[in-house]
């Protein structure tokens, strides 16, 4: 009985010199004012929820986060905290409103981002020319030793498709796609895969535009985007209508799917428009 | 012997009061011509300008230079240069050179409409600088009557071909002034006609109406048996508004006596659970399952909204 309190005695004692020993091994935590520690807090939640996908809880947070360092007179993390939000905005598909917060950015460390941003909200936009133009600005700003620098390039690829180049963007989304090899960039790398499989079926290569929007599905799927997954089947039942696939009918409804499960009304209505073009051209 | 004398005295006089006279004629004569000399700025001290045109048209030696309309000096010499300009340089008078600004400009003007050419030196904006001696000035050629009368032409020309046009619409049998006129008689026996048709269908619609009115005396009288229905239970009516309405405001005055401390407290409260919750992830073992804040990158994406090119 004896030997039991002992042993149960020296655990203690032992439990208790490990957690003063791991208390004493860790840093003193960083003090830091109140407001900015909770404006860090919201920047991490919305990177947070962008990462997911929560593009509408993302925004809150970015902009709050935003209102919280401006308040402290922390401007060059405000302004990261409204392109955080501008690119919330551009996926929720507010162009306009993206451009508007984009627009106030002088920090300079931010501002080949803040053009990147532009670019995609003016192709958004359908203005082609500005979005060339912003394009132009920003790699002049980004050069090829620059880290966004092969973002800048896809972009730049996705403005000349746009433009009805479809040769050029190709060779553009393919030096685009080198550039990102060996980054941990899986979001750009599908977007490239999606550009190209656009732009070989621009140019009649209807097999390798199967490939590489199948490829750019996969990794949407590994990524978990629905609005993304949507939008490769959508292009995977564009490429089948090319090629006469009977398969291609079954993309859409798969499309459509996936965007009325996610609650995806545009991709919902675009898939809908194409199902009923599709039976209109059998009949 | 004497009268000789006298003759000689007399002699001598006469050839003294004829050189007085020659030398005053030759003081006069020189005194003239240095006043001519002087009028024509023999002794003035001059100043030159130049400038180079296309053109030596209207521009000879001797041409008159004038500054605010003064003639303040002349063209000395008009040279055609080896790469076929012309270079033309200008003598004025030294005085005057104050109103020549380095930006001055020469222009080649007519007095009048068909006068003589003069060349005018507009001074430029920049007062504060002058222009040096041997400066090279702009220079520029005034409108003619030429050119006046080419662009009047070309003015008066559409509107002569636009009364030719108009003139010849109007004279045109089928869609003209003659036209017009039968198609405006036209349109007048068309209006006799329907005044008549009118006066024939008011007398019908007379009838019509007379019909109507006793119609609408019967509906009114309805309508008044209604009125007074709706007078008998609109009393009762708006009593139970009001009192919904006193209601109403008694929970809003509450309301704005609860409600704002409610707010601040829950804000408190948020504010204290965030606070708790940031603090939590600070405690170990919690901040090891918990990333630590930190200034966020997002991942690159060209096309969040994956539209391609659409």
Redesign the interface.
Known sequence: MRKLELSAWLTMQALLLVSIL??CS?PP?LVEPYIE??A??A??D??RR??RGD?VGSKLN?ADAGRMYLSVDNVV?AE??QL?AA?AE??L?SAEAALRRVASILEPTLVTEGL?ISA?AH??LGAKAAAQATIALALAACPATCP?N???Q??QA?AL??DGRAAE?LILAEFGLKALQGK?????VA?VW??IA??AL?TGDTLRAQQAAQTALTI?RQLGLP??IA??WL?LGEIGQKTGAADAEAAYRRALAIAQAAGLEPVSKLANEALAKGKGVSK | MSILIEQDSDAVALRQGTRRFLLIAVLVVIAIVAAIFVRQGLFRQMATLGFVTDSAQELNKGLAVKVAGFRVGAVDSVTLRPDGKVEVSLEIDANYMKFVTHDAVIELRKEGLIGSSTLEILPGADKAHLAANEAKLNFNRAEGVTAMANQLREQIVPILNDIKAITGTLADPKSGLPATLASVRGTVDSIRELATTGNQQVSTLGAAAERALGKLDDDLSLVGKTLDATNARLPVLLEKSQKIVEHVEKITAAAEISVPPAVRDGGAVLGDVREIVSGAKQVWPVRNLVAAPTAAKLKADSDPRAEGAR
Do not use: H, I, M
């Open positions: 791991s208390a860790t935590p520690k909770q860090l807090a920047e991490t919305g990177a962008y990462a593009y970015f993390a990261r905290s955080n690119r551009l996926a598909g990147s995609q192709l958004a966004d092969p973002s800048l896809v972009l996705r498709l746009a963007a941990d960039e899986l979001r750009e977007n999606r550009l656009s732009a621009a949407d609005e993304k939008r490769d292009l």
